[in-house]
C-alpha cells in the first residue's frame, strides 16, 4: 500500500524536530542552522516562485471562463462576505475562550502588580488615562517597588524586533483611510510580480485583464485564452514536482526552526512555553476549534454533500505545509490543487476565490489577537470592558483585510490593536518568544478556511463536482 503524501510529511515533520532535539543535546545546532535549514527556505522559495504566477494566471483564467462581468461582481461580494463572517466568528471565539479560562490571572500575583505598576508609569509617560481608573501607584505600599520598576522599565523598548515592529505598525495606523485602495493599484505590474507582498496587486490586475478579455471579440481573445490555460497547467505541474520532495523539505525545514529557538539547549523552548503555557494552550483550543467544530459546521450548513472525514482527507496536504511554512501565500498553489481535484470545485471558483482569501482571510491571526490582547491585560491587572473588547473585535476583523502586504503581519497587526484600546504596544515582546510555533498553528486555519468559503461559494454558483469516490492520494503525482 503507497503512502498518501501527507502522511510523509507529517513523518519529516517529526523527523525534523526529533533531528533538532538531538541535535541541540549533542551540541550540532549550529550545523542543523548552516548545512540543513537552508533547504527549508530553498522550499518556501520555490512554493513562492510558483504562488505569484500561478495567482496572475489563474485568476485571468477564472474571470475570462465565468463569461459574465456580472457573475464575477455577485462572487466578489459574496467571497468578501463570507471571508468577513468567519473572521468575526474567529475573534468572538477568541474572546469567550481567553474570558472563560482567565489565561492572565493564572500567573503569580506579585508578577502581575509589577506589571501593573510598569503599565501604569508607561501611561504617564504617554499621557494616556488609565483604563479601569484604578491606581497603583498613588498607594504607599507600591511605591518603592515602583521606583526599582522605573529603572527596568527604561529597557522595555531595547529590544531591536519589537521596535522594527513598531515602526512598520506606526505607518499603517499613520496612512489615510483610504490608502488599502491606493496601495490596490499597482504602478508597473512587473515590480508587483516580483513582490510576494504585492499580492492584492497582481490580483487587481488579473482582474482587470480578466474583464477586459471578455470584452473584446472572441477571435482576438482566444488565443489569449488558451496561452493563459496552458501557462496555469505549467505552473500547476511545477506543484506536482516540487511535492515530490516535500517531505525531506519539511524535515530540514522544522529542524532549522526547532534548532534557531533551543541553540544548544532544548530545555529553553520547554522554559518558553512553561512560562507561557496557558496563554498557548488558550490560543490552540480556539484554533482547533475553528478548524475542527467551526469550518465543519459551515460546510454542513452550506454545502452537505462532503463529508466530516471527506473533507480533511481532501485538504491534509495543504494543511501540513501550510503548518510548516506557516505562510498562506507559499502554501497557495498546494491549497488550489486540493481544492480543484478533491473537493471538486470549480477553476473558475478556486482561481478568484482562493488568491483573495490568501490575502484578506486571516481567522486564525484574528482569533490569536483577541485572545492575545486580553491575555496581556489581564497580566497587567487591567479589566477590559465590554465596549473596549467589541473596539478589539472591530480592529483586528479590520486590520486583517489591509495587512495582506506587511511581513509579519499578526504582530504588526496587534501592535495596531493594543493601541486602539490604550494598551502599551511593546507588550507584544511579552508574547514573542512563541509566536513562531503558534503562527504556524495559524497558518493552518487560514487555508482551511479558503478550502471552507471556496466550497461554499462553488456551491452557491452550482461549481461544485465533489466525487467522494475520488482517491486523493492521486492528487500530486508528476
Not at 494616556?128 to 520598576?149: M, S
Not at 478556511?449 to 486523493?472: F, M, P, Q, W
Request: glycine content about 8%.
Amino acid at each position: 500500500m503507497k503512502l498518501a503524501l501527507h502522511w510523509k510529511i507529517i513523518i519529516g515533520l517529526v523527523l525534523g524536530v526529533i533531528w533538532a532535539i538531538v541535535s541541540s543535546q549533542m551540541g550540532w545546532s549550529q550545523f542543523t542552522i548552516d548545512w540543513i535549514a537552508p533547504f527549508g527556505t530553498i522550499f518556501i522559495n520555490l512554493l513562492k516562485l510558483i504562488a505569484v504566477p500561478l495567482v496572475l494566471f489563474s485568476i485571468i483564467s477564472g474571470v475570462a471562463g465565468l463569461g459574465d462581468p456580472k457573475s464575477l461582481g455577485r462572487m466578489g461580494a459574496k467571497t468578501l462576505g463570507f471571508y468577513f463572517a468567519t473572521t468575526l466568528l474567529a475573534v468572538g471565539l477568541g474572546l469567550l475562550l481567553v474570558n472563560v479560562i482567565n489565561p492572565g490571572k493564572l500567573v503569580d500575583e506579585q508578577s502581575r502588580i509589577d506589571n501593573r505598576i510598569s503599565y501604569e508609569l508607561w501611561a504617564a509617560s504617554e499621557g494616556i488615562e488609565v483604563k479601569d481608573g484604578v491606581n497603583y501607584l498613588q498607594d504607599p505600599a507600591y511605591r518603592d517597588r515602583a521606583l526599582e520598576i522605573t529603572e527596568l522599565s527604561k529597557a522595555d523598548l531595547k529590544d531591536a524586533t519589537v521596535e522594527e515592529k513598531m515602526a512598520t505598525a506606526n505607518q499603517a495606523k499613520e496612512a489615510g483611510p483610504l490608502q488599502p485602495l491606493v496601495d490596490l493599484v499597482p504602478q508597473n505590474i512587473f515590480s508587483s510580480l516580483g513582490d510576494n507582498g504585492s499580492m492584492l496587486k497582481v490580483i487587481f490586475f488579473a482582474i482587470f485583464f480578466g474583464i477586459s478579455l471578455l470584452l473584446i471579440p472572441n477571435e482576438k481573445s482566444d488565443p489569449v485564452k488558451v496561452f493563459v490555460d496552458g501557462t496555469m497547467e505549467i505552473f500547476l505541474k511545477m506543484v506536482d514536482i516540487v511535492m515530490q520532495a516535500a517531505p525531506f523539505f519539511v524535515f530540514a525545514l522544522l529542524a532549522g526552526v526547532v534548532s534557531k529557538m533551543a541553540g544548544d539547549n532544548v530545555g529553553k523552548v520547554l522554559e518558553i512555553f512553561k512560562g507561557l503555557s496557558w496563554y498557548s494552550l488558550t490560543v490552540f483550543l480556539g484554533l482547533m476549534l475553528m478548524i475542527f467544530a467551526i469550518y465543519p459546521l459551515i460546510l454542513k450548513l452550506f454545502v452537505r454533500v462532503i463529508s466530516y472525514t471527506g473533507f480533511f482527507k481532501s485538504i491534509s496536504p495543504a494543511q501540513t505545509l501550510a503548518f510548516s511554512t506557516s505562510s498562506s501565500a507559499a502554501t497557495l498553489p498546494v491549497t488550489m490543487e486540493c481544492v480543484e481535484d478533491n473537493l471538486g470545485v470549480d477553476k473558475k471558483v478556486t482561481g478568484f476565490v482562493l488568491p483573495i482569501g490568501a490575502t484578506v482571510n486571516m481567522d486564525g491571526t484574528s482569533l490569536y489577537q483577541a485572545v492575545a490582547v486580553v491575555f496581556l491585560a489581564q497580566l497587567h491587572m487591567i479589566d477590559l470592558t465590554f465596549a473596549q473588547q467589541v473596539t478589539i473585535v472591530l480592529t483586528a476583523s479590520l486590520a486583517s483585510i489591509g495587512s495582506a502586504a506587511v511581513p509579519s503581519a499578526g504582530l504588526v497587526m496587534l501592535i495596531i490593536v493594543l493601541q486602539s484600546v490604550g494598551l502599551n504596544p511593546a507588550w507584544i515582546g511579552i508574547i514573542l518568544p512563541v509566536d513562531r510555533i503558534l503562527d504556524m498553528c495559524r497558518t493552518v486555519v487560514n487555508v482551511t478556511g479558503d478550502a471552507t468559503v471556496s466550497s461554499v461559494i462553488a456551491k452557491g454558483e452550482g461549481l461544485l463536482h465533489y466525487d467522494k469516490a475520488r482517491e486523493t492520494e492521486r492528487t500530486f503525482e508528476p
